[in-house]
Every structure is written in structure tokens, then in C-alpha cells.
């Protein structure tokens, strides 16, 4: 990946670091994503459904919830973008078959949105077991196939735009905080793009440079009410948040995205993690996970007036309004094993503790301009973003 990077820019000149993470991420052949297994403890990051099986219920539950203020449509698709190895996608999936009551006759469905080839084997091993096959020819839209042992059609896309319309719920956790960045200085020649070079004194090392003049992107990205020095912009976020917005106004549904993130406030958030760790962002690319704070301002004022948005609310608020201990009483009732009680603990604190991931993760929300309600009526609460009370 180092030797590809540097002859391009040998070639061409600098890059952005936008197109940077996009070769060190999901470059089909050396790219992270698409090389490794980067979940767990034996990888890069452990994410929320690793920690423990009540985050993913209490999305699930989040998810029926909007659906049953829709009206309860026919169909039912639930759509995760970036799913990695398929444990929220599955304990979302154990709710509805727990409240099958409640879904009734509603025919469900799973789309993924995935582009890494290794972890779409592994999330179809741990949903569908031996029960999918992949598509015959490359250029199928939907690449795999299989059904879970519930009987719930799962199907894989490398693009959101190839999910099929009508009703959806989708979920994005984790998944924006992935996407290329472009990042921008402010200096007395007004903004300058902040690119990626090969340094003259070590030419197998990489270096940050501004660019000496403004490029298309500084020049069409950057806010003219601008007021920080330093700003991060992901303009592939606000494409997909776009295509959200828009399939939520022309189908109905929600979307629920979690990540870290700020609302307009931070500057410099690029950095990267290999073995639980903190990474140099340029060394050695294509071995350790990048990633960048979440703008939730930014994704707003993508989403457009179409869609109502909710939040950022802190991951601790979302999920004490979800019910988490209420939900975390009920496990411990019923586990007398002393190792599985201190792990439900644990989970616990990691997802709502201040100082864990309770503050460093928020939740937002794209809902149907209709679900808040016509002035003269009374909507239904946005579970999550608002507080309920749980007898």
C-alpha cells in the first residue's frame, strides 16, 4: 500500500486525505477493510454489540418502535450500513422473533450494506450459518444471499443505493466515522486543503502539506460562517445521509445513526488504531483502522428540510431512555453464573460510563416529516431521544 501511495503521488502529486483513507480503507486489494478481520479482541476496535447483547436489543426495540408509529406498514426492511460481523443485525433480529406478537404478520427482511469481502462471510456465517450462497457474477447488484434459521431473507449490497425501495429502518453504527474526510486550514490566504505527500528527506514516509492554492474542495466545503481554524468534512457522509433522507421521504421509515461524533464544535479528530491502540494516521497504511469524528451539524444540514432529525443525544442518555436498566435488572434476575453476572456489569458501565463510551458516542435520528406529528395532534415520543417512564 506504501509503495502504490508514493508512486501516485510521485505521478500525480499530493492527495487528499479524503482519497488517502479511501485507498488505505477499501482499496480492493490492500485496502483494510477488505484484507482484514479488524473486530474483537484479537483486531483493532471492539464496537458496542461486541460488549454485550442488550445494546443491540435495545435497537431492536428502537426499531419497532418506529415502525409501529408508521402504522405498522406490510414490509419491513431492516437495512445496517457497515454491518460488522453481524452481531447487532442478529440481536436485532432476536427481538422481533421475542415480540413476534407484535410484528404479527409483517414480512421482514435484512439488507447489509458491506464492502468488505472478509467480513461478509463472516457476518453470513454468523446469521445465516451454511444457509446463503454468493452470486455467480461480479457485477450482481445483490452479491450474497442466504435466509436465517427464523426464516428472514438476508441479502448483501456494496452500495445503498442497490437495497430495494419501500419502508426501511436503517441503521448506521459506527459506519460514518469510517468515511473519507476532507480536512482544511485556515491561513491568512484564506482556506487551504490540507493534503498527503511524500517526504523529501524519507521518501518511504508520507507527510502532511497545505495545498498552495485553493482546490475544489475548500472552495465548495467549507462554510462561509466558518469560525474554527481547523475543519473536517466528510463529504461521502453527506452523500449518504442525502440518499437516506430522500428514501425516507419517498417510502417512510427512520434512520438511527451512532457513532462518535460533535455537533460543529471539534477540529482535529483523524486518527487511526491498530491493536486497541492509537496509530500514526500516515504510517504503514492499510494495517491499522482510520477514522474521524462525526460532524452531526454537517449530516443536519445535508439531511435537508424533507426529514425531521433528532438528536445527537449522548450513547449514555439514548440508551437509559431505552430502558437499559430496567433491561440490565431483568438478565441479572435471571443469571445465577457469577462470571456472566460481573460480564453484564462490565458491558454495562463500558456502553453508559461517562468516562467509557456513555459521552464519546451519540445517537441521531432522520424520521418521516409525518412522525412528528400535525399540529393538531399529539406525536408519538422518539423513543431513545426522549424520556420515558418504565413500570
Not at 483513507?21 to 482484514?36: F, H, I, K, Q, S
Not at 479482541?41 to 442488550?54: A, K, L, N, V, W
Not at 472552495?219 to 440518499?243: K, N
Not at 460533535?262 to 488504531?273: A, L, M, P, Q, S
Request: charged share 25%.
Amino acid at each position: 500500500m506504501l509503495r502504490h501511495l508514493t508512486s501516485k503521488i510521485k505521478a500525480t502529486g499530493p492527495i487528499t486525505v479524503a482519497e488517502y483513507m479511501r485507498e488505505a480503507l477499501t482499496n480492493p486489494v490492500t485496502g483494510y477493510y477488505v484484507r482484514n478481520d479488524m473486530l474483537g479482541p484479537d483486531g483493532d476496535f471492539i464496537t458496542s454489540p461486541e460488549i454485550s447483547q442488550i445494546f443491540g436489543e435495545l435497537l431492536g426495540v428502537w426499531t419497532l418502535s418506529e415502525w409501529m408509529a408508521a402504522g405498522r406498514p406490510k414490509r419491513l426492511q431492516l437495512v445496517e450500513l457497515g454491518p460488522g460481523k453481524g452481531s447487532l443485525a442478529g440481536d436485532v433480529l432476536r427481538v422481533f422473533s421475542q415480540l413476534r406478537s407484535v410484528v404479527g404478520g409483517a414480512s421482514v427482511s435484512l439488507h447489509l450494506v458491506e464492502v468488505s469481502p472478509v467480513l461478509s462471510r463472516l457476518q453470513a456465517q454468523n446469521l445465516t450459518g451454511s444457509r446463503n450462497r454468493e452470486a455467480d457474477g461480479e457485477d450482481q447488484l445483490v452479491y450474497r444471499r442466504g435466509e436465517t434459521a427464523a426464516g428472514v431473507p438476508v441479502s448483501w449490497y456494496r452500495r445503498l443505493e442497490d437495497v430495494p425501495s419501500g419502508f426501511s429502518i436503517f441503521l448506521a453504527h459506527e459506519f460514518f466515522d469510517a468515511l473519507p474526510i476532507h480536512t482544511f486550514q485556515r491561513t491568512q490566504r484564506g482556506w487551504r486543503e490540507v493534503m498527503v505527500d511524500v517526504d523529501p528527506e524519507k521518501t518511504e514516509r508520507l507527510r502532511f502539506v497545505l495545498a498552495p492554492s485553493p482546490t475544489p474542495a475548500s472552495t465548495t466545503l467549507v462554510q462561509p460562517d466558518e469560525r474554527r481554524g481547523h475543519v473536517e468534512v466528510c463529504a461521502e457522509g453527506g452523500v449518504v445521509v442525502q440518499q437516506l433522507a430522500r428514501r425516507i421521504v419517498e417510502d417512510g421509515g427512520a434512520a438511527l445513526i451512532a457513532d462518535y461524533g460533535h455537533d460543529g464544535t471539534k477540529t482535529d479528530t483523524f486518527r487511526g488504531f491498530k491493536g486497541h491502540r492509537l496509530h500514526d494516521v500516515l504510517s504503514a497504511p492499510g494495517s491499522a483502522d482510520l477514522t474521524a469524528d462525526v460532524d452531526f451539524s454537517f449530516l443536519r444540514r445535508m439531511a435537508g428540510g424533507g426529514v425531521a432529525c433528532v438528536g445527537p443525544v449522548t450513547q449514555r442518555t439514548f440508551l437509559k431512555n431505552m430502558g437499559i436498566d430496567a433491561r440490565l435488572q431483568v438478565l441479572l434476575r435471571s443469571c445465577s453464573d457469577a462470571s456472566a453476572r460481573e460480564q453484564l456489569l462490565a458491558g454495562y458501565d463500558l456502553l453508559t460510563g461517562r468516562s467509557q463510551m456513555g459521552e464519546r458516542f451519540h445517537f441521531f435520528g432522520l424520521l418521516h416529516r409525518s412522525r412528528l406529528g400535525k399540529r393538531s395532534a399529539a406525536p408519538l415520543p422518539v423513543a431513545g431521544f426522549t424520556e420515558l417512564s418504565f413500570s
